[in-house]
């Protein structure tokens, strides 16, 4: 079952300009000698320092108890639900969630849990859409037992979730028995595009997670907050699953570098992506959504070509991008500089050209 065509197929053109995704950033020469020089112990049994300042960290900066750093963001999800929910329980997220089509359904395989998709444009939903999706409990309704947003929301455009509507969200589950998840996968976009603390966009949210390797450029990992009582159970689900681990200080201080010196540099991301942005929509039928933080999506269809076509137009240029849902989804990161956001512009405009 292939992912999709190897994008580093040795019989293509290398690839010069990586906007396919946040993930593809290669850690820094300074986050390599920060988990060279890391000092380390058995993670499983809190033995690792490295880690055990990682948590610490990540708690503070979400304004939670504790912390637990997990080898990916999908376990971070996997683990959250499976510590909140039960056997039939009902999970409310919006329709495009990363936890409804991107986790292999690991929610229903793995807890026996039903996500209900919440419609809403630009991957949110409002006070109303979740107020109207809430069933008084009885016998016949399953539990719903927990919300989740994601922050910012992927598919949705990279959007940013405004902190009062999250604060209203967050005190209607409350008010009725249900539990509140910020799947964070780039939570840290959200807080230097709008200058809201991290710790004030998780304000009310019980289990909030940040991932490192996408747009922080870590090479593994992402941590959850929440109160002890959450991390220990996550611990438990994270013991199942097999993702505790050994010396991961390793990976941790490869975290702890991104906390210290890629969170402020986003904000290069940002202006990156509005200027990719712009400089689309000058293209004569370009529909491109306005980023908020680093993705930009858009829709070449009607200046003469798909998005697949134009995606595969660009690849012998050493452009790699893809679609995403319908729509080309291009990520700005670490690795990308406005020099190649203005050869992007201008290739993707002379293959329009030449269409
Ligand atoms: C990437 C992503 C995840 C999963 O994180 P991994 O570290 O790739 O497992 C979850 N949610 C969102 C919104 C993401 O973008």
Known sequence: MPYAPSPTDPKQTPIRINLLSDTQTRPTPSM????ARAEVGDE???DDPTVNLLCERVAALLGKEAAVFLPSGTMCNVTATLAQCRPG???LAQATAHLIAREGGAHAALGGFQIIPLPGPDGQFTLETLRAALRPPTRYQPPQTLVSVEQTANIGGGTIWPRELLISIAELAHANGIATHMDGARLMNACVATGISARDMATGWDSVWIDFSKGLGAPIGAAMAGSHAFID???RWKQRLGGAMRQAGVCAAACVHALDHHVERLADDHANARALARGLAQIAGMQVQQPETNL??????ASGMTGE????ALRPHGI???TMD????ACTHLDVTAPMIDETITLVRDILRGA
């Open 32 to 35: 390599r000698d920060a988990m």
């Open 44 to 46: 499983q049994i809190g």
């Open 89 to 91: 329980d009902e999970i």
């Open 233 to 235: 159970q996550v611990w």
């Open 296 to 301: 930009v999506f858009f829709d070449p269809a």
């Open 309 to 312: 076509k134009l995606v595969a």
């Open 320 to 322: 790699l991008l893809a």
């Open 326 to 329: 319908g729509r080309i989804r």
